[in-house]
């Protein structure tokens, strides 16, 4: 099972910048469609951004479209969230994982590994 670990979260202002990473480990993250998701507080988990394994093909959700960046570096084991222009709904813990594919950004069946996640906050 790949391990997966966030980080870059924290406090911001509306129309602030962050960039999130996600390191993995037991696995080669290059073999894997990766994905952002988030469960903003009180809410379900929702799609953020997917990228394919050779970053050739990206896939947005319609509230973060031309706001958030997703990016990649395999040798680096990472994959990376660009966020700018945050709005207070961007609020929310900040998950990735692998998924099925750039048209079916949904973990794989049977999928546990999710990390512990890093918060975004956005004060308005």
């Known amino acids: 099972q790949v391990h997966l670990v966030e980080s870059g979260g924290g406090l911001v202002q509306a129309g602030g910048s962050l960039r999130l990473s996600c390191v993995a480990s037991?696995?080669?993250?290059?073999?894997?469609?990766m994905g952002w998701f988030r469960r903003p507080p009180g809410k379900e988990r929702e799609f953020v951004a997917t990228?394919?394994?050779?970053?050739?093909?990206?896939k947005y959700a319609d509230s973060v479209l031309g706001r958030f960046t997703i990016s990649r570096d395999n040798a680096k084991n990472t994959v990376y969230l660009q966020m700018n222009n945050l709005k207070p709904e961007d609020a929310a813990v900040y998950y990735c994982?692998?998924?099925?594919?750039?048209?079916?950004?949904?973990?794989?069946?049977?999928?546990?590994?999710w990390g512990q996640g890093t918060q975004v906050t956005v004060s308005s």
């Open positions: 994982a692998p998924v099925r594919s750039i048209l079916l950004p949904q973990p794989p069946a049977g999928f546990s590994s």
């Open positions: 990228i394919s394994q050779s970053s050739g093909s990206t």
């Open positions: 037991g696995r080669a993250l290059g073999i894997y469609v």
